[in-house]
């Protein structure tokens, strides 16, 4: 790839090739920058599936011109994790952090407060409302909420924040140039002109298991507080809560029915004393603001 010629164009490039939690690449931009890595990358062997599909990726491309013209084709844009603005809740990741983002809306909103809520796609009458409740006092305070944009308790979260007249930010799990799903394409226009919509990954990326379960991580690391609201046994929204854990992260969780299997994952997470029980607001305000302050945007 032709006419790279600052660390911006090679954290561009790198964002471009890479996969998810490339650690060994981490090392090198770590010890020598991008740049001096983009050149390690075109200079090595091939070793392994992994790095063949990233040589590949580099050699479809002539020059750096050709990705920011289908970021501007796509009304996308990038920020590599050198800028100034650069969020320092996603440095927590460590070697995980994404090489930069790529976004649309109000990038100022990626160094705001923020507090996640997450739970099951197949989600319930019960915890929409609780979800989007949560949501709507949240954002009403100054707080932008955190979801993944799916079906169920994403988007009431999402649709919560925004009837508040407040802040919503939707990590996505594939390129922007496709928002998934399709279905909720009438909430991520909402989204684009209120809110923040951003990925780790470029245009073109389809969303794979993997690259769900990925991004939670970068819910998480956002969020001063992850509200898991619905998860059954088996989730992601329970990956989101790991990645919370992990990060030393605050992660509350509200108590379902314990014949839901829509609660199986909330009511283990707090049998398990691995998250706080929340069952309203101001216990969630208890919980999240320092002692003292004022629940107010002022106070924020």
């Known amino acids: 790839m032709k006419n790279i010629l600052s660390e911006d164009d090679a954290f561009?490039?790198?964002?471009?090739?890479?996969?998810?939690?490339?650690?060994?690449?981490?090392?090198?931009?770590t010890n020598?920058?991008?740049?001096?890595?983009?050149?390690?990358?075109?200079?090595s062997q091939v070793t392994n599936a992994f790095e063949k599909r990233r040589k590949l990726r580099l050699s479809s491309f002539e020059n750096i011109e050709q990705l920011r013209e289908m970021l501007n084709t796509n009304s996308i844009q990038y920020m590599a994790s050198n800028?100034?603005?650069?969020?320092?809740?996603?440095?927590?990741?460590?070697?995980?952090?994404?090489?930069?983002?790529?976004?649309?809306?109000?990038?100022?909103?990626i160094n705001s407060e923020c507090i996640s809520i997450v739970g099951t796609r197949k989600s319930t009458i019960y915890g929409n409302s609780i979800a989007g409740e949560f949501a709507f006092d949240l954002g009403a305070i100054g707080f932008s909420v955190v979801s993944g944009g799916a079906i169920g308790i994403d988007t009431a979260s999402h649709h919560g924040a925004l009837n508040a007249k407040g802040a919503t930010i939707c990590v996505q799990a594939n390129g922007l140039n496709k928002?998934?799903?399709s279905k909720n394409d009438f909430l991520f226009e909402k989204i684009n002109n209120n809110g923040l919509i951003i990925s780790e990954y470029p245009p073109?990326?389809?969303?794979?298991?993997?690259y769900f379960l990925d991004r939670n991580r970068i819910i998480a690391a956002l969020s001063k507080a992850t509200v898991v609201v619905e998860a059954a046994e088996i989730s992601g929204a329970l990956s989101t809560a790991r990645h919370a854990l992990k990060l030393h992260r605050l992660v509350l969780a509200v108590p379902g029915s314990i014949n839901s299997?829509?609660?199986?994952?909330?009511?283990?997470?707090?049998r398990n004393r691995e998250a706080e029980s929340v069952s309203n607001f101001q216990q969630i305000l208890e919980l999240i603001l320092p002692l003292g302050q004022i629940p107010t945007k002022v106070g924020l």
């Open 32 to 43: 020598f920058g991008a740049f001096e890595t983009l050149k390690l990358i075109n200079a």
């Open 83 to 109: 800028h100034a603005d650069w969020p320092k809740s996603l440095n927590d990741l460590g070697s995980n952090m994404p090489f930069g983002i790529f976004y649309k809306g109000n990038i100022e909103l």
């Open 179 to 181: 928002l998934y799903p």
């Open 261 to 270: 299997t829509s609660s199986v994952g909330t009511n283990e997470l707090i």
């Open 204 to 210: 073109g990326r389809s969303p794979t298991k993997n």
């Open 12 to 29: 561009l490039a790198l964002s471009w090739i890479s996969d998810t939690c490339d650690q060994s690449t981490w090392k090198n931009v």
